[in-house]
């Protein structure tokens, strides 16, 4: 699609690793949710092949999409995806953002008993 690319974004790294990957998660929500609202073309994708490193999201959308991913909370920094270094859309990756809700900040309240 004119004017997309694949954009490497990368949430706060601070913390350990279970830190780190709640908030790449809770970015890539925020994302999903801010595309479907905004009625967005975008994709997530995934490397072709395995590549180590930090937990990242790559994203394809226009540069204005972009642009307001760069306001979200939690997003630290983006760059291009390497030059020689393949990404396919990921189905999977698009459902979980697309499907799993944010983890709730508070638990929910029980239930009082009868009142007397």
């Known amino acids: 699609m004119a004017g997309h690319k694949?954009?490497?974004?990368e949430a706060d790294m601070s913390g350990g690793i279970h830190d780190v990957v709640k908030k790449r998660d809770d970015l890539g929500r925020a994302i999903a949710k801010m595309a479907s609202y905004?009625?967005?073309?975008?994709w997530f994708h995934d490397f072709k092949d395995p590549v180590a490193g930090a937990p990242v999201l790559l994203v394809e959308c226009?540069?204005?999409?972009?642009?307001r991913i760069k306001k979200l909370p939690g997003?630290?920094?983006?760059?291009?995806v390497r030059p020689?270094?393949?990404?396919e859309r990921k189905p999977s990756i698009m459902a979980?953002?697309?499907?799993?809700?944010?983890?709730?900040?508070t638990p929910p309240k029980k239930p009082h008993g009868p009142r007397p």
């Open 6 to 9: 694949v954009h490497v974004i």
């Open 84 to 87: 020689g270094i393949e990404t």
């Open 62 to 67: 226009s540069d204005d999409f972009l642009e």
């Open 96 to 105: 979980y953002f697309f499907t799993t809700p944010a983890a709730s900040p």
């Open 38 to 42: 905004s009625c967005e073309n975008v």
């Open 75 to 80: 997003f630290a920094k983006e760059h291009d």
